[in-house]
């Protein structure tokens, strides 16, 4: 049967326990106080575990090596389960982890040097088993430099033919940046060089991987680029000179994998946005003046802060903009229309703000208020200070730009980011 998880066996050691320490010290503490009391139960995971947290801690290394001395059964328990973890192990970090964590034993004294070297052969000898066998499935990208037989060229074959396999069944990360460290090691042009450069095209090199990758495959590499690059020129219809320098600011700046050209040339698709529809509308101000009598003010800043019977005014500012649009995008390429689409409706909105908050007493006196009269003052005045007409214009052109994102062709040029 599997051991025991450390958090399980840290839930079972705590299992009782009212309060849990608050500061590095303490729990360095509780937690060589629960080995001590497993040892001494004779329950032999659970004190390993403990004193495994213990180590952890800044001063755990000094706490457990007093422990030694006063319970030594503890070394034979550590050390079995040191035995079983590196026996057990089925993920890339545990032999990472197993060998740090040996480290900080060995200088609190739970091991002899003898000790040490014979775990440490035995944690070798695991994570090379498993390399060879696949049961971890350690590839280029895994930082494994603590185990040298990993290094060798038979090692190194199986991480790569992962890797390789990884990029192409896109799991997980991208690794392209190990594998072209490996290729650089043993030659672009070697038999093995020249066998992934084979296998290339069906790795799905993406557009951020190309300058990588012509690291070593120039050639390769200038072609993927060009395979993944769309060449379009923009063209605008019913638009003035500003509609159109602002969409194609908006395009380049938005769009990746997109070479925009100024000609019709081979492999060219033209992009066309007409301009059907652009009423823009502004909302003309308006002012209200709002009071409420001191009853209407919350009770304690109307109590200390208005004469009485005083009335709490304000004016609230209302307007607002819109845009009701139409536009077309199409795009044609090798003389066919391989895309259109009509993006069409309305953006705006109102906005709200508040001026001039003042109390009035019963004589005429006025003075400037300096708290908030209530929950509908709160309500009315903490909308939007303004709408304008840029903002709803740019608006207008991410829909824009939105409408041509979803043209197959460039669809799938941003998706090789």
Not at 62 to 68: A, C, L, S
Request: proline share 4%; aromatic share 6%; glycine share 6%.
């Amino acid at each position: 049967m599997k051991t025991t998880s450390l958090l399980a066996a840290l839930i079972l050691s705590l299992s009782g326990c009212a309060t849990f320490p608050q500061t590095p010290e303490a729990e360095a503490s509780f937690y060589v106080d629960a080995a001590k009391s497993s040892v001494s139960k004779g329950e032999g995971y659970a004190a390993a575990t403990n004193a495994d947290v213990a180590l952890t801690k800044p001063t755990g290394g000094q706490k457990v090596r007093d422990m030694v001395a006063e319970y030594p059964k503890i070394r034979e328990y550590y050390r079995s389960a040191k035995e079983k973890e590196i026996a057990e192990m089925s993920l890339v970090y545990q032999p990472i982890a197993i060998h740090e964590r040996l480290l900080l034993a060995k200088s609190a004294g739970l091991f002899s040097e003898n000790d040490m070297n014979d775990l440490m052969a035995k944690l070798k000898k695991a994570v090379s088993d498993a390399n060879l066998s696949g049961s971890i499935p350690f590839d280029l990208s895994d930082n494994l430099g603590l185990f040298p037989d990993l290094q060798t060229p038979e090692h190194q074959a199986i991480m790569r033919d992962r890797t390789i396999k990884n990029l192409q069944l896109e799991i997980g990360f991208r690794r392209i940046v190990p594998l072209v460290t490996y290729i650089q090691k043993v030659g672009s042009t070697s038999d093995e060089g020249k066998r992934i450069e084979s296998l290339l095209p069906s790795m799905n090199i993406k557009r951020d991987e190309i300058d990588i990758v012509a690291k070593v495959y120039p050639a390769f590499a200038a072609a993927r680029k060009e395979a993944i690059t769309r060449r379009v020129l923009l063209k605008v219809k019913n638009g003035d000179r500003l509609f159109a320098d602002d969409i194609q600011q908006a395009l380049r700046s938005q769009l990746r994998g997109i070479d925009w050209v100024t000609e019709i040339g081979p492999k060219v698709t033209i992009l066309g946005i007409e301009r059907v529809r652009n009423d823009e509308r502004t909302l003309p101000e308006r002012t209200q003046t709002i009071t409420y009598s001191q009853g209407q003010v919350n009770f304690l800043s109307g109590a200390l802060l208005m004469p009485r019977n005083a009335s709490y005014l304000y004016e609230v500012i209302s307007g607002g903009a819109e845009i009701e649009y139409g536009y077309v995008v199409d795009a044609i390429s090798e003389g066919k229309t391989i895309y259109e689409k009509v993006i069409r409706g309305k953006v705006g909105g109102e906005y709200q703000r508040c001026q001039n908050e003042r109390i009035q007493n019963v004589f005429g006196g006025v003075n400037p208020a300096t708290f908030v009269a209530n929950d509908d003052q709160k309500q009315r005045c903490s909308g939007p200070s303004a709408t304008s007409l840029d903002q709803l214009r740019n608006e207008v052109l991410s829909k824009v730009v939105e409408g041509v994102r979803e043209m197959p062709a460039i669809k799938a040029a941003e998706e090789l980011k």
